[in-house]
């Protein structure tokens, strides 16, 4: 998942980001973007891909651009 915004290596992002149920999720960067890379559980992936977003978006300033399956 390719978010935008606060920069994903700084602790207080990632607590935020754990409590708001992304416990599931490693954070990097590479070329200039910065993803989480999930490996979350769910019937179906669109299910997973969903409720990744909406945790990832219930933290202030971090917005999700982009989603790659791999």
Known sequence: MI????DVHETPLLDALY????DDALAGSADGA???DFTR???TIEE?????IADVESVAGVT???VDRD
């Open 3 to 6: 978010v935008e915004g606060r």
């Open 19 to 22: 409590e708001s149920g992304c």
């Open 34 to 36: 910065q993803y989480l």
């Open 41 to 43: 559980t769910a019937q």
């Open 48 to 52: 997973a891909i969903r409720s990744a």
């Open 64 to 66: 999700v651009v982009g």
